[in-house]
């Protein structure tokens, strides 16, 4: 009931997804299984920095039209993906990790689960401004 009149907490549910696509992503690191490249590293880095300037301009056009009780609720959210989502692919892009490194998984891991709470704290925020259709 924290959602727009929702029956559930949708960021919650956002942050529990999010935590499993970063823990298997961790588990695929230190297996070896998938391998960050830097240019996947700088594209992550780019759509973090590129969403923070339009998260800025939808929130306030958002606060004008009364819609403050979505945004305030989901933008810290979206706001500690974005900053982890930075924070994370510049450590990844300046220190060289080994493949199954541990340390090196961990930090990846926590990658990608900072940019998936990016796309699924944006779909509960998509969903809370569309009016919150319960299903």
């Avoid at 970063?22 to 880095?45: D, E, H, N, S, Y």
């Avoid at 969403?51 to 039209?65: A, D, E, P, W």
């Avoid at 340390?103 to 900072?114: K, P, S």
Wanted: with cysteine; net charge positive.
């Amino acid at each position: 009931m924290f959602n727009c009149n929702c029956k559930f907490n949708c960021v919650g549910v956002a942050i529990i997804a999010s935590i499993i696509v970063g823990i298997v992503t961790a588990m695929l690191r230190i297996t070896a299984v998938i391998t960050v490249t830097p240019a996947f590293l700088w594209v992550l880095f780019g759509i973090a920095v590129v969403y923070l300037g339009v998260l800025l301009i939808t929130s306030t056009l958002l606060r004008s039209t009364g819609n403050c009780n979505c945004v305030c609720f989901n933008l810290p959210a979206i706001l500690v993906g974005i900053l982890g989502t930075v924070l994370t692919s510049v450590i990844l892009l300046a220190i060289t990790f080994a493949a199954t490194s541990i340390i090196g998984a961990i930090i990846t891991g926590a990658l990608l689960f900072f940019f998936s709470l990016i796309l699924t704290a944006t779909t509960c925020l998509v969903k809370c401004i569309a009016g919150c259709v319960n299903d």
